[in-house]
Each structure stands twice: as structure tokens, then as C-alpha cells.
């Protein structure tokens, strides 16, 4: 190991006991309560919360349903069981000191997530799992909405696109997520350039109940990826419930329900969107044609109470026309301001037709052992067309205020032609069966899986670009045309044509084991697990071990330490196979990430509420790693394990009732990601006079000289130094049916570089991304503070209606360019110009929402 990462590892060290050290306990007298939490078919329910009422703290339940918790003596106290997706229950106590009470509880599921203005400490404590309230995902304000928008508020986690869903983990990219539904792999479309094209992601958040979330050492149960697992989880309707919602940006409907024995459970989501609405506000004019549509269903049969069955379907399609016409954008310097305009050609049709089933047979032998079988398919039918040809011109604009042109071209710095074409076919189907079981014990919990995954793969691709500038095809090569010896054939750049088919094979394993010892003076809980990996494509066999610990200290101050560590190995998958010019690489080897994560979870009261402060400091080692450029949202790989790199980190959040009553949270993270790409040579050419030669910009080009060196280290294309995500709720006192979220997202600029430029890859910075939505809500009908009341409009048809609120959200408020990436545009002397590509303005959006 270098002395440059023993340094890191030491600075990580020093972090953690930082942010873990606290002070001394004080005595006092206390009792316990204990017992076992189950549903009313008496199976264990894992992570309740069990807390007092008015003070801070509290426990959750082992994932065999037990608890334990310390409560003050001689002193009359409310115990408060709390779960999501389950009616709540209290009870009074006032225990002598020393006495232990045993209190076992069977809880009803409700179709209510959790009532307004309710704030529950739904943190699992112990793990590096983090819980998120469905319910928020429809409160957030958002140009793409959905869990992912609450998700990049997170601490460790970033996205500078308000288009996309995608969002990247403590320096990892977009791949390196896991997503699952109910156990199941969720897969994303290949071909997606731009968040334009993206639509609708496949979690619906009118069908969730329940949400976990990990930026880094994950247990062994979750799968082969190196930076994050979202974990979701589908309800279980008790009751015939829907949801109808329209905005300016689509609409969405849902239904849910059950039989009278509850033996049968239904599910039914169906999503419409066209953000027409917002891209017209984008610099590139033209007629925007997208529609994206999402249809989902879960169907539940209990045949007995050991046997279950369920089936989860998906149909998806997403559908993008443009017909650009032109484009004015104003960029440089003050001592240089430049602006670009481009009348267009042409047009671009993209399609994403994605299904996915999922049936799952659940069986129970006992009441301490779980069986499951999950055979699922995924397939997808990509194509992407374009023909789009690009005349532009470069101008350099007046910058004297006094002068009569001001903002106006004086002075043209360039003129060209560029034409983009594209033929871009994919159909991919990914079909698996997995085993998982599950066992448990008074005291600890046995999971373990055994996956089986066939892959078939067929891609064919035709894209080129043209470019052409001042009537000269780019590369210039001088010469007269037709005279001996200057036979001049024109070149095309970025060509790729490829006919591509892979199919493939894939098992994989795991077993992890938890368990809490019974101790007097703390609470530890250990989770050690491994997974093993198999790709007969690469015929590579990966081992993955992982643990964690977890130490809650018997001291007045309510604190949780954590530390875990794991090695999180990522095959590759096709797009990372696949290089620059549409080849493949069939021994490319798998990623690996070794991570080293500290933390602490502290809750305290602040203005006489409940607050949560969460700190965690990590250090990853990579090795293996596949270097790649992105371009909006688009990951180009270069198919070749030939980089190591780090990231290392601190993430800080806290959450709370910052207005009382309603939960709000802020997080702050400080990141550095790192890589160092083998045989990244250059060289540097002089002429007579000393001078490096810099095309397009030394006139004497005269080469005498050359020098050959290496880049070394530079920043991943997802180093972000800072970020900061805020999610606020608020609302009038005096009238809670008025409310208001907000939420603010910054992040420090990203790298980026001219492409193909080896010697400055990733020396340059985006400017910083500022992001801030903000929606006013009113409740027309329903109860406004959660209570089981009636509005006094709720009357004849409307009776059948829990609540109606209607919104008005502001996005982008403070009416920031955000810059995407760039389109370089080169003159004839092969200087090349960076042009940004701005996201959104400020923009207005009306929404309804009706609940019944």
C-alpha cells in the first residue's frame, strides 16, 4: 500500500474517533421493558419502533421481532410502538427501579403510510440503512419527482440533472446502484443519452411501503455493485384505497385492495408523462414530442398460512421526438463573451419498450423459517434514430455597457456545419430464478441466497459525426483538390458500427448471519456475511466478504456507534464491455471497491423536540476500475481494467422537527475521488523557439522537439467536493391545511475535459450546480391535522374521498443556468470551443391530488 493511501487511511481514523468520542454518562434510576413484536399472523416484525413519548431515544425490534428498552423509574411514562404501513399502539407504565416488564404486541396493518405531521425515528440504528417515508415523495417539489428525488437530499449522494432520476454514491456513477422491488433486480434502459429522453423511472411511489437506502457497506444480501442499494418495498393493501394526481407534467392514478379474508391483495398503478412543458424552456428550440408511459401491478394469493404466492409486472414505454430548430447560447468571459447560434436539420426519434414479471412463492414450515423462489424476466427494445445537421456560428459580443451593440456580434470567430446520424438498435433479456431463506432464532437471523442468470444480448450500431468549417471538411488537410498527390477523402469522427451478440450465464450466492448478544452494560449487534460470483463470459469466480458491528453504550446520551467493511466486487455488464468504438471485451475482469465505514447516530432534543444527527466518515479503495466519461447522463466506458483510485469522505445529516410536528433534514458531505489510469502517456511537441505548440493557437507549428509523459492522478468524472441537500416542510399554525416544501440541492463542479484530450482529462470544472424548488400546498378536503374527522364538504359522492390538495410549485426559483455538459465546436484552425448545455429555468407547475 502507498505512503499517499496509508495517509488517507489515517486521516479516516482520526475522522471517526472525531465523530464518534461523546461525553460521560450520568446515573440515574432505571427499569426495562421487553418483549416480541408480530403481525396479527403472529410472524416477527423487524424494525418497529419502540420509544417514550416526549423524550428522546428508543429501540427498534431484531429482525426476530424482540426488543429491549431502558426507561426511567419511578416516573409515569407512554410507550410508543410504531411501524410503517401498521396502526400505532401506546400503553401507560411507571416501573420501580430495577423491574423488568414484558410487553408483547400483534399489530394491524393499515393502508395509511403514516398520518400528517408525524415524525417517527425510522433509522435503523444499527446498520448503515437509512429508512425513507414514501409519503414525502409526493410532497417534494420536482421537475422528475419519484423516491429518487428524496434520495439525492441524502447525505453522500449527488445528481446535477433535475431531468434524471439517475444520481450517483460517494464517487461512483449511475451504474454502480442497486435498485430492488420486493427482492427482485430492477434493470434501466442502455441507450438513454440525455435526461430529456429518460422518462419515468420504474419505482411508482403510489405502490411503496416501505424504503431502505445504503451509500456504502451493505450487508452480503444485497448484491454485486460498489456503491449504494435502495431496497423497496411494494404495500399490502387491507382495504379497497386509490389515488388520482395530474400536473402540468403528466398524471397518475392508482388502486389497491383486498378480498374480505385478506387471503387475496391487489395492486395497480398506471403513470403518464410528457415534460413537453419543460424542455420548450431549453435553449435548443424546436417541437418536442415525448411520452412516457408506466404501467405496474402486484397481485397477492395466500393459499394457507405457510403458502403464498405473488406476481409483480411492469410495462414501460417511453417515447422521444425532436424536430430542433435553433439555439442561442451565451458563454466565456467578460474579457470574452462569445455566443453560439445553430439553425437546424433534421430530427431525432428514440424508443424505450421495456417489460419485467417477477412471481414469487413464499413458504412458511414454521413460524421461524422462511422459503422463497423468485423466477423473474426482463427484456427490453431499444432504438434510437437521428439525422440531425447543425450550421453554426460563433460570435464574439460587445461587452462595452456604454456602446450602442452591446450584447450584440461584432466579430465572427468562427462559422461550420456539423451533422450527427445515428441507427441504434438494442434488444436485451435478462431472465433469473433465486432462492432465499430465511431462519430465525431467539437472538440472531440466518439469511442466504442462491441466484441463477441468463443473459441475452443483441446491439447494433451505426453513429457518426461530420464536422465541416468554413467550407473545410474537419480534420483540414491543406491542399488543392485534384491535383496528383492530394487526393483528399473526408473523414468522419466519433464512428462507430458494430453488430453485437453476447449471451451468457451468471450464479451468484450468499449467506449472512446477525445476531445481538445479551449483555448488562450495552447492546452490540454483528452482522458477518459473504457473497461468490460466477460470469462463464470472463470465466471469472468472485469471492465478497462483508461485516458490521454496532455498539449502543448503556449512557444517559441516546448514541449508536457503527463501523463496517466489506469487499464489493461489480462485473461487468454490457456497458461496460463495450468500448468507444463499439467493441467488445470479453476478458474484461470485475471492479472492486474495499470499503471502510465509521459512524454515529445520535438523538437528542433541541426547542423541546426530537432531532437525529447522523455522521459517517469512509474510505474506499478501488481497483480494477474501467475508466469512462459522461456526457449528460450518458456513461462512456473504455473497456479496460487499467485504473486504481480512491474515494474517501465525511457525510453529515440531521433531521428532526424543525417546525414542530412535521420532519425536515439538511446534509452536508465533503468527498474527494481519485484515479490513476495506466499508460495515460502524452506528448508535448516544441518548436525552434522553446514554446510548446498548441494547435490552433502557435502560429510557428515548426516541431524540433518532443517529450514523452505520464498524467498520473486525476479526478473521477464524479468528483464533487461539496455538496449540501436540504428537504423543509413547513405550514400555518393556524391552519395546517396550508403547506410548504422545500427543497435545495448544491453541489461544487464537476470535471470535465475536451474529448480525447489525454493531457487535461478532467482538469477543468463545471461551474457549481444550485438547485431550488419550492411547492405551496392546500388541502381542500380531508382532516388537516391527521385526525380521523371528516371536512364538512365531504358529503354525498364526496363522502368517499379521504383529501384532496391542489399545489403550485416553483422550480428552479432563483433562475440559476446549470450547466449539463458541452458541445465542442471547432474552426478551421482545429480550435476548439466549449460550449455549455444549460438545464432548466424557472419554471411553474400546478398539481391535484385526490385520495380515496
Known amino acids: 500500500m502507498t505512503v499517499k493511501y496509508k495517509f488517507y487511511i489515517r486521516l479516516f481514523l482520526i475522522l471517526f474517533s472525531w465523530v464518534c468520542l461523546t461525553g460521560p454518562a450520568f446515573s440515574q434510576e432505571f427499569g426495562a421493558v421487553f418483549g416480541r413484536i408480530t403481525d396479527v399472523k403472529n410472524q416477527p416484525l423487524p424494525l418497529v419502533n419502540i420509544s417514550i413519548a416526549g423524550l428522546p431515544g428508543g429501540t427498534v425490534s431484531s429482525s426476530n421481532g424482540t426488543f429491549e428498552l431502558k426507561v426511567p423509574a419511578n416516573k409515569d411514562i407512554t410507550i410508543l410502538i410504531s411501524f410503517i404501513g401498521y396502526y400505532s399502539e401506546q400503553m401507560k407504565l411507571n416501573l420501580k427501579n430495577g423491574e423488568r416488564k414484558e410487553i408483547n404486541r400483534r399489530l394491524s396493518e393499515s393502508t395509511t403510510l403514516l398520518p400528517d405531521f408525524v415524525v417517527e425515528d425510522k433509522q435503523i440504528r444499527g446498520t448503515n440503512l437509512n429508512t425513507i417515508d414514501p409519503k414525502l415523495a409526493t410532497m417534494i417539489p420536482s421537475a422528475a419527482g419519484g423516491i429518487e428525488a428524496l434520495v439525492k437530499t441524502f447525505p453522500g449522494v449527488t445528481s446535477n440533472n433535475e431531468l434524471s432520476s439517475q444520481y450517483s454514491v460517494r464517487g461512483g456513477n449511475y451504474d454502480e446502484n442497486l435498485v430492488y422491488v420486493n427482492d427482485v433486480e430492477i434493470y434501466k434502459p442502455f441507450l438513454v443519452r440525455s435526461g430529456q429522453q429518460e422518462g419515468l423511472s420504474f419505482l411508482n411511489s403510489d405502490l411503496v411501503a416501505s424504503i431502505l437506502f445504503s451509500a456504502g457497506g451493505f450487508e452480503a444480501r444485497y448484491g454485486d455493485k460498489m456503491s449504494s442499494v435502495l431496497d423497496i418495498r411494494y404495500k399490502r393493501p387491507s382495504k379497497t384505497a386509490g389515488s388520482v394526481s395530474g400536473s402540468l407534467l403528466g398524471a397518475a392514478m392508482h388502486i389497491e385492495g383486498s378480498s374480505k379474508d385478506r387471503r387475496f391483495m391487489y395492486l395497480m398503478g398506471f403513470r403518464q408523462k410528457s415534460n413537453q412543458y419543460i424542455l420548450k424552456s431549453l435553449e435548443t428550440k424546436g417541437d418536442y414530442k415525448p411520452s412516457f408511459t408506466d404501467l405496474q401491478g402486484m397481485m397477492i394469493y ?368 465533503v468527498m474527494r475521488t481519485r484515479e490513476d489510469i495506466e499508460g495515460d502517456f502524452y506528448t508535448d511537441y516544441y518548436n525552434d523557439e522553446g514554446k510548446r505548440i498548441i494547435p490552433g493557437y502557435t502560429t510557428n507549428n515548426v516541431v524540433v522537439d518532443s517529450a514523452v509523459l505520464e498524467v498520473g492522478s486525476i479526478p473521477r468524472p464524479t468528483d464533487q467536493m461539496v455538496t449540501f441537500g436540504l428537504f423543509f416542510q413547513d405550514y400555518l399554525r393556524r391552519n395546517p391545511t396550508y403547506k410548504m416544501n422545500l427543497s435545495v440541492l448544491f453541489g461544487t463542479g464537476l470535471p470535465y475535459s475536451p474529448p480525447g484530450a489525454v493531457r487535461t482529462r478532467n482538469s477543468r470544472r463545471m461551474p457549481s450546480f444550485r438547485r431550488v424548488d419550492i411547492g405551496f400546498s392546500k388541502q381542500i378536503i380531508g382532516s388537516a391535522s391527521g385526525a380521523s374527522g371528516k371536512s364538512h364538504l365531504q358529503k354525498g359522492v364526496l363522502k368517499h374521498i379521504g383529501d384532496i390538495w391542489i399545489s403550485l410549485e416553483v422550480l428552479n426559483l432563483l433562475q440559476v443556468n446549470n450547466t449539463i455538459s458541452y458541445i465542442w465546436i471547432r474552426d478551421v484552425n482545429n480550435r476548439q470551443y466549449g460550449v455549455p448545455n444549460y438545464l432548466t429555468p424557472r419554471q411553474l407547475n400546478v398539481k391535484i391530488s385526490v385520495n380515496f
Open 302 to 669: 395466500e393459499l394457507n398460512p405457510k403458502l403464498e404466492f405473488s406476481l409483480l409486472g411492469n410495462y414501460a414505454r417511453n417515447f422521444y421526438r425532436i424536430v430542433p430548430a435553433t439555439r442561442e447560447t451565451s458563454f466565456g468571459t467578460i474579457n470574452e463573451a462569445l455566443q453560439l447560434r445553430v439553425y437546424f436539420d433534421g430530427s431525432e426519434v428514440d424508443r424505450f419498450i421495456n417489460y419485467m414479471g417477477a412471481f414469487t412463492t413464499t413458504f412458511k414450515p414454521s413460524n421461524d423459517l422462511s422459503l422463497k423462489l423468485i423466477v423473474s424476466s426482463f427484456q427490453t427494445i431499444e432504438s434510437e434514430t437521428f439525422d440531425i445537421m447543425g450550421q453554426y456560428w460563433i460570435g464574439q459580443l460587445e461587452t462595452d455597457q456604454g456602446s450602442d451593440s452591446f450584447g450584440e456580434a461584432l466579430e465572427t470567430k468562427g462559422v461550420g456545419t456539423y451533422l450527427d446520424h445515428a441507427r441504434n438498435y438494442l434488444d436485451a433479456t435478462v431472465t433469473s430464478a433465486e432462492h432465499r431463506g430465511t431462519l430465525l432464532s431467539n437472538q440472531s437471523t440466518t439469511v442466504w441466497g442462491l441466484k441463477y442468470q441468463h443473459e441475452i444480448i443483441n446491439d447494433r450500431l451505426n453513429e457518426w459525426t461530420m464536422n465541416d468549417s468554413a467550407g473545410f471538411t474537419l480534420p483540414y488537410r491543406a491542399g488543392v483538390p485534384g491535383e496528383a498527390g492530394n487526393q483528399i477523402n473526408i473523414e468522419l469522427q466519433e464512428v462507430v458500427k458494430a453488430k453485437i451478440g453476447l449471451s451468457s450465464n451468471r450464479t451468484s450466492g450468499f449467506i449472512q448471519h446477525s445476531w445481538e448478544p445479551e449483555t448488562e452494560n450495552a447492546q452490540w449487534g454483528f452482522n458477518l456475511g459473504a457473497r461468490f460470483n460466477y460470469w462463464d463470459l470472463n470465466r471469472q469466480f468472485l469471492f465478497s466478504p462483508r461485516g458490521s458491528v454496532s455498539l449502543k453504550p448503556d449512557w444517559e446520551t441516546d448514541i449508536v456507534f457503527r463501523f463496517s467493511t466489506g469487499l464489493y466486487y461489480q462485473p461487468p455488464f454490457y456497458r461496460e464491455l463495450r468500448n468507444n468504438e463499439g467493441e467488445i471485451n470479453r476478458d474484461l475482469r470485475a471492479q472492486s471497491s474495499l470499503h471502510f465505514v465509521a459512524g454515529s447516530d445520535l438523538n437528542f432534543m433541541a426547542w423541546e423536540r426530537p432531532f437525529k444527527f447522523v455522521a459517517e466518515a469512509y474510505y474506499k479503495y478501488l481497483d480494477n476500475l474501467v475508466p469512462y466519461d459522461v456526457d449528460n447522463v450518458r456513461i462512456r466506458y473504455n473497456a479496460r481494467n487499467n485504473a486504481q483510485g480512491y474515494a474517501a469522505g465525511i457525510d453529515l445529516k440531521v433531521n428532526g422537527e424543525f417546525v414542530k410536528g412535521v420532519e425536515s433534514w439538511a446534509s452536508l458531505s
